[in-house]
């Protein structure tokens, strides 16, 4: 997978305020705000930022947490997971490993069969209708 690398200038231009916030600034949305928190349609999530396909519906559950949330990511290293430490707590922030934009962050409280819970952004989003890729 080739890398997308853009300056800040370059990616503030091309994506809403928001995502670019989100994306490149690490921001977070507000819960239960977001255009896909509550959404339902069948299809693919994919980085707002490049188009990676990163999430299925099929993988979409109810966290109760205000954000989509999904226990797998599409495909085997679509996303990218590090260390964050901020805002004093622990967390495990995941990323798009394609563009290295921000997503959100996993959390090893979700459903079987994986238990994870990655809790992401819708501003980090873009949904496409049905299951082509």
Partial sequence: MDKVQKPDDQWKAELPEESFCV????????????????HHEPGIYSCRGCGTDLFASDAKFESGSGWPSYFKPLEPGSVAVTRDV???????????????GH?????????????LRYCINSASLSFRKGGDR
Avoid at 27 to 35: H, I, K, L, M, V
Avoid at 86 to 100: K, Q, Y
């Fill in 86 to 100: 901020s805002h004093g707590m622990l967390r495990t922030e995941v990323h798009c490993a394609r563009c290295d």
């Fill in 103 to 115: 997503l959100g962050h996993v959390f090893e409280d979700g459903p079987p069969p994986t238990g």
């Fill in 23 to 38: 994306l490149r600034k690490h921001d977070t949305e507000r819960p239960f705000t977001g255009q896909y928190w509550d």
